[in-house]
């Protein structure tokens, strides 16, 4: 789907393309035009290789989890099945009493790369979409490894759609907000990332290859929080859109 | 590629299938066959969407890691572009000192499934694989999370083909020897895995969604060590044949 091809003179509409230009097809638009409102979003994109996640890439958030930011990036890795999209249900697991949100920005790449100079890391970042990294903080304290933490069925909503429109200067420059119902935790912007976009996916691309529909999350703001079943939480991110899933025990 | 159709006749040759048994499509020969010498094998099996890893899964190596056998299974990720197939480079990456070969029984997923009861991971088992999962230890030490340390590309061989043939019992008593070059670092067996193939595999389930060709690697016994460049490694279990790798400088 593709929101702004008008120039946005039917901004509440969606139309349809064929073909998948992360998988190097080309793109056609169908001429079919949809209200936003008749059609189900899914995930933007399902990784078919490796979704990595940064830790405390924000000062204020590595404080409140009662650390500093670490010397070089904190790699994890969720797996692809964990994502869902727009409106899916996150499930708390029995047995995890606190189930946090983290409202970040994902890096959606676009071409098979491995150290990538940071000078041209433009060249292969496909666009940008929302993530909500779910993380079950009382398995990510007794397990050690985050796997299982931040791997969990669920763990992973995206969406709800990609903006392949923005510089990485654009992208660095953006609100990010996270509600939980009305309430506002999450109230940031992604200038505050300690390490940029670009020095983010060099730094990755330096150790693993990317592939078509890899995502980077960029970290995470101060103020993540519990989300308890019959939530419904909401990340904003400027130009995104808003990603919303309503939260519900397993 | 199949080994054993001609139940041993040929044991140095392999027949050609059609189709792919882990995406569903059925099986057949091709009636070709050819000796093993005059093929390159690849990875058995490239994981759609994830590995998972079990650390300190045998308490000899729990104890000269310097910890205990956890009190739940300790799960880590691995990327899919972390795999090679037999004979392929092991890359040791600059600023890395202490590379470490770990050989290990490799489980490979055969079904779409969740929450899989103890009694029932047999049907949801395609085959059985050699794994060794390399780790960078300074790393591991460095980063806290070991999505670098041992996600890295080429870390990790696979092979040098499945095994379709095994009940859990029999990959349950099977010997594993990992040597470099011609000395003996690793010398155990499946036998004394803390926690068996059932009991891991019902677990991972129990947060994680696995589909075909996923892997669930078991952990590795005691004797971990490191590879140097121009070393070669080799990882041996009975009735899955021996996975050699060249190790090489980046």
Redesign the interface.
Known sequence: IELAVDGGDHPDTIATLTGDPLAGVPVNYTGERHELDDVRLLSPVIP???V?GV?KNYADHAKEMGGEV?S?P?????????VIGPGETIIR?AGVESLHFEGELAVVIGRIC?QVPVERVSEVIFGYTIANDVTARDWQA???????AK???TFLPLGPWMNTHLSIEEAEHLSIETRVGETVHQDGSTSQMVRGIAELVSYVSG?????PGDLILTGTPAGVGEMRPGDEVHVSIDGLGTLSNPVADA
Chains 1, 2 share one sequence.
């Open positions: 078919r290789s490796k990595v830790g670490p070089s904190l790699l994890f890795l969720k797996p692809n099945t964990s697991p491995k007794s397990d050690g490894q985050w796997a299982r791997g969990s069925d150790s693993m290859t990317l592939l």
